[in-house]
């Protein structure tokens, strides 16, 4: 069956048989299966069918795990030749020969200057005992134990890693901001916005009265997934490497879903040019089975033997598929190819806000894409002129005439939802559109928003005895609209009738998330932004009946 034709709606009785055995036995805390109420039987690359006989076209890759797609040859490959080796599948931390092999491929993919220094530590086969990791080195060798992480971030479910994500109550971490445009905690976005975001960071780390004592380590995501589909901008990354060095702090990248070449670099980390001392790796490197490392600069290698341990580090089956993957990426170059159709997946989505005015931003990073849906009818409050007390309802920011009709009133032209980009939804370009960095500050197509900074630079209000009050505010009066995440369900909802998985993510699960393989086709491309146009337009259209 061709990519695009129409699924067919035949139900099976064992197909719904085993969906209620599901409900009645699995835990309330079950996630996926709630949203996707499908059984898989067979998958191969990008397409799963499920017992009922219909197919999908996989834009879920087990939430990032699945470089290659389901069932790649050259990753079965690589787990038959363990299985009929006779080789052992179980030795805790021995070295092997399949565990040489994937520490090796590992450490040629690592950015420059990392590899020749780096340590791993194989941890529990998840991602989020590899934080639990690297929260112990780095406590373990600078003898502090409080942690620097960021709002919206995503960092596992186990107790540490949830003091360091960005729902936590009762912790250890001092919470920063994490930069972004449509939701800029400053309402500024762009290159200012994140420049506030870094100075906030420096005067809490240099404020003696912050509260804050110095810390063990500061851990960041490149691009926050579950957060929203964020980019960090690659100026802001830079200078959070260059805070952290200037004052001894350790600087852990997580790299759990955004590594092996997912955002159009093998580690999104090299976007920025920036080199962590601690990257945590799991989801891609183990090939679609259960893997995690920790891999960090030889001079934090200071903890006892037993430090960290874990029955399942020694995964063999794990470390070939891992090893086989890594080297199918590198040698066929498929983050380049990430860049390239991620990019003009992204000019896609951009068509699509064009046209619905619910679609309130797209942003992304490689084949990391996201579209935030927005309630176009929310009440935006009212900013008051703190001189007058009067209300006000004209901007400052000189925005296109269409910006406070159109759904978008928090994004700056230039921005996602605004960037012009021929072509429609449902036709990949052929060409690159722009930067293949898809995401951040500095990436093509991304300007920022004019700031009032700017005139203060040029000298408008430059006497320095005028108190801001004097004056109007310098922030812009648009808003973002309020999320929608009713909304986002039901899009989730129709592009499942239609043939296509897709994950919600975001503070409010109000994101349409897209994390098709790194071997996607352009066919399969197409006709992933055809279901889910197809998908937002039956669900806005039934929003308003």
């Known amino acids: 069956m061709a990519v695009t034709e129409p699924v067919p709606a035949v139900v099976s009785a064992a197909h719904e048989g085993i969906l209620r055995r599901q409900s009645a036995r699995e835990s309330a805390a079950r996630t996926y299966a709630r949203a996707l109420p499908i059984v898989p039987v067979r998958a191969r690359g990008m397409t799963i069918e499920g017992a009922d006989g219909q197919r999908y076209l996989d834009c879920?890759?087990?939430?990032?795990?699945?470089?290659?797609?389901?069932?790649?040859?050259?990753?079965?490959?690589?787990?038959?030749?363990?299985?009929?080796?006779?080789?052992?599948?179980?030795?805790?931390?021995?070295?092997?020969?399949?565990?040489?092999?994937?520490?090796?491929?590992?450490?040629?993919?690592?950015?420059?200057?990392?590899?020749?220094?780096?340590?791993?530590?194989?941890?529990?086969?998840?991602?989020?005992?590899?934080?639990?990791?690297?929260?112990?080195?780095?406590?373990?060798?600078?003898?502090?134990?409080?942690?620097?992480?960021?709002?919206?971030?995503?960092?596992?479910?186990?107790?540490?890693?949830?003091?360091?994500?960005?729902?936590?109550?009762?912790?250890?971490?001092?919470?920063?901001?994490?930069?972004?445009?449509?939701?800029?905690?400053?309402?500024?976005?762009?290159?200012?916005?994140?420049?506030?975001?870094?100075?906030?960071?420096?005067?809490?780390?240099?404020?003696?009265?912050?509260?804050?004592?110095a810390p063990a380590g500061m851990i960041v995501e490149p691009v926050q997934g579950e957060g929203g589909v964020l980019p960090a901008p690659d100026a802001w990354m830079r200078r959070m490497r260059d805070i952290t060095a200037a004052r001894g702090i350790p600087l852990i990248a997580d790299e759990v879903q955004t590594g092996v070449g997912r955002t159009g670099a093998f580690w999104a980390v090299e976007h920025s040019g920036v080199t962590p001392d601690v990257l945590v790796l799991s989801k891609a490197i183990g090939g679609s089975l259960p893997l995690a490392v920790v891999v960090y600069r030889d001079?934090?290698?200071?903890?006892?033997?037993?430090?960290?341990?874990g029955t399942f580090r020694g995964n063999q089956l794990a470390m070939a598929a891992g090893a086989a993957t890594l080297a199918h990426v590198?040698?066929?170059?498929?983050?380049?190819?990430?860049?390239?159709?991620?990019?003009?997946?992204?000019?896609?989505?951009?068509?699509?806000?064009?046209?619905?005015?619910?679609?309130?931003?797209?942003?992304?990073?490689?084949?990391?894409?996201?579209?935030?849906?927005?309630?176009?009818?929310?009440?935006?409050?009212?900013?008051?002129d703190s001189a007058s007390g009067h209300s006000r309802s004209a901007s400052r920011y000189d925005g296109p005439p269409s910006a406070a009709r159109d759904g978008r009133t928090g994004t700056a032209p230039g921005s996602a939802a605004h960037s012009h980009h021929p072509g429609s939804a449902r036709t990949i370009p052929a060409a690159r559109q722009g930067d293949a960095r898809t995401g951040g500050a500095d990436s093509a197509g991304a300007q920022p928003r004019p700031s009032p900074y700017d005139a203060a630079a040029s000298g408008e209000h430059a006497d320095?005895?005028?108190?801001?009050?004097?004056?109007?505010?310098?922030?812009?009066?648009?808003?973002?609209?309020?999320?929608?995440?009713?909304?986002?369900?039901?899009?989730?909802?129709?592009?499942?009738?239609?043939?296509?998985?897709?994950?919600?993510?975001?503070?409010?699960?109000?994101?349409?998330?897209?994390?098709?393989?790194?071997?996607?086709?352009?066919?399969?491309?197409?006709?992933?932004?055809?279901?889910?146009?197809?998908?937002?337009?039956?669900?806005?259209?039934?929003?308003?009946?």
């Not at 934090?300 to 960290?308: C, F, Q």
């Not at 579209?371 to 929310?378: A, H």
């Not at 086709?521 to 992933?528: H, N």
């Open 299 to 309: 001079d934090l290698d200071v903890w006892p033997p037993g430090a960290h341990a």
């Open 60 to 213: 879920l890759s087990g939430a990032g795990t699945l470089a290659l797609g389901h069932n790649h040859p050259v990753v079965l490959e690589a787990i038959r030749a363990v299985l009929d080796s006779g080789a052992p599948l179980h030795v805790l931390d021995l070295a092997t020969p399949v565990k040489d092999a994937f520490t090796t491929e590992l450490f040629r993919t690592l950015p420059r200057g990392f590899a020749e220094r780096a340590r791993v530590q194989f941890c529990g086969p998840a991602g989020t005992d590899a934080v639990e990791a690297a929260l112990k080195l780095v406590r373990a060798a600078t003898g502090r134990e409080g942690l620097l992480a960021f709002t919206g971030a995503y960092h596992g479910m186990t107790a540490g890693a949830l003091e360091a994500s960005g729902g936590a109550r009762d912790v250890r971490v001092a919470r920063l901001p994490y930069p972004q445009d449509y939701r800029c905690p400053f309402g500024i976005g762009g290159p200012r916005g994140a420049e506030l975001a870094a100075r906030w960071t420096e005067s809490v780390l240099d404020d003696s009265k912050s509260g804050v004592p």
């Open 330 to 384: 590198r040698e066929n170059r498929l983050a380049e190819r990430a860049a390239d159709l991620g990019t003009r997946m992204l000019a896609g989505l951009r068509s699509l806000a064009h046209e619905h005015s619910c679609v309130g931003d797209v942003r992304g990073r490689g084949l990391m894409l996201g579209m935030e849906l927005v309630d176009p009818s929310g009440r935006q409050p009212a900013l008051s």
């Open 464 to 545: 320095p005895h005028q108190r801001p009050s004097d004056t109007a505010h310098d922030l812009p009066e648009s808003r973002p609209h309020p999320p929608a995440p009713e909304l986002a369900a039901a899009v989730q909802r129709e592009c499942l009738r239609r043939g296509l998985i897709v994950e919600l993510g975001g503070r409010h699960s109000s994101v349409v998330r897209l994390l098709p393989p790194l071997t996607i086709t352009d066919e399969q491309a197409t006709a992933v932004l055809d279901r889910l146009a197809d998908a937002l337009d039956t669900a806005t259209r039934a929003q308003h009946r």
